[in-house]
């Protein structure tokens, strides 16, 4: 069975169907107009003790960055920057998308790619040491993709978050001590490029 998820009838090709234990979105959402939507709807295709496996590309990754700041943010055949992609999402907006959803991320794995293993290597190359060296100091810059299993917010058990709160304020100053190392690194040029490229996709890392 075949179904166009930017359909807003697609749920009726599964009526008078069972519910699964399972449903798996591999590398989906990213290409949907109305991503939200969709996951939510998922939700009604699962049984009573059924969850959702769900892989979503990291536009955070370093290899990505480096495109900005190269000022060539250009879209190919497949990867990070595969051409079909229409939404973009940063750790912060994974957690968001699944809450808006009305579901919790109760396990995430991250697949790893150093940025000069990536197909965006020669972008990556351009850079200058001392970039590429503040880009590696984010704790994130290697995750080239997210693989979440989550559940409706209602199950019993505690959400994980992939960037973990901190009631202490200790995560919010390590974050902004972060931020002030490669902020020290950068030329004010290229973190406006950055910040320009982030917003226009409406990404906040």
Same mark, same amino acid.
């Given at each position: 069975? /075949?179904?166009?998820?930017?359909?807003?009838?697609? +749920?009726?090709?599964?009526? #008078?169907?069972?519910?699964?234990?399972?449903?798996?979105?591999?590398?989906?959402?990213?290409?949907?107009?109305?991503?939200? %939507?969709?996951?939510?709807?998922?939700?009604?295709? =699962?049984?009573?003790?059924?969850?959702?496996?769900?892989?979503?590309?990291?536009?955070?990754?370093? @290899?990505?960055?480096?495109?900005?700041? &190269? #000022? *060539?943010?250009?879209? %190919?055949?497949?990867?990070?920057? *595969?051409?079909?992609?229409?939404?973009?999402?940063?750790?912060? &907006?994974?957690?968001?998308?699944?809450?808006?959803?009305?579901?919790?991320?109760?396990?995430?794995?991250?697949?790893? $790619?150093?940025?000069?293993?990536?197909?965006?290597?020669?972008?990556?190359? $351009?850079?200058?040491? +001392?970039?590429?060296?503040?880009?590696?100091?984010?704790?994130? @810059?290697?995750?080239?993709?997210?693989?979440?299993?989550?559940?409706?917010?209602?199950?019993?058990? &505690?959400?994980?978050?992939?960037?973990?709160? &901190?009631?202490?304020? +200790?995560?919010?100053?390590?974050? @902004?001590?972060?931020?002030? %190392? =490669?902020?020290?690194?950068?030329?004010? /040029?290229? $973190?406006?490029?950055?910040?320009?490229?982030?917003?226009?996709?409406?990404?906040?890392?």
């Amino acid at each position: 069975m /075949q179904a166009d998820l930017n359909d807003v009838e697609w +749920t009726r090709l599964f009526d #008078g169907t069972e519910r699964f234990d399972v449903v798996v979105a591999a590398d989906v959402l990213e290409h949907l107009y109305d991503p939200w %939507r969709t996951l939510r709807e998922m939700g009604s295709f =699962i049984s009573p003790d059924g969850y959702l496996v769900i892989s979503l590309p990291h536009v955070g990754h370093a @290899a990505v960055v480096s495109c900005l700041i &190269n #000022g *060539d943010f250009e879209y %190919r055949d497949w990867g990070l920057l *595969d051409r079909t992609h229409i939404r973009f999402f940063g750790l912060k &907006n994974i957690e968001a998308l699944f809450a808006e959803a009305d579901y919790k991320i109760v396990e995430a794995k991250y697949v790893i $790619k150093p940025p000069e293993f990536t197909e965006l290597a020669a972008s990556w190359a $351009k850079l200058s040491r +001392t970039v590429q060296d503040a880009l590696k100091s984010s704790a994130h @810059a290697d995750v080239y993709q997210v693989v979440v299993k989550a559940v409706p917010r209602s199950y019993p058990g &505690n959400p994980v978050f992939l960037i973990p709160p &901190n009631p202490c304020g +200790t995560a919010a100053t390590s974050l @902004a001590s972060l931020k002030m %190392r =490669i902020g020290c690194r950068l030329s004010p /040029q290229v $973190k406006q490029r950055i910040r320009k490229g982030l917003d226009l996709l409406g990404i906040h890392l």
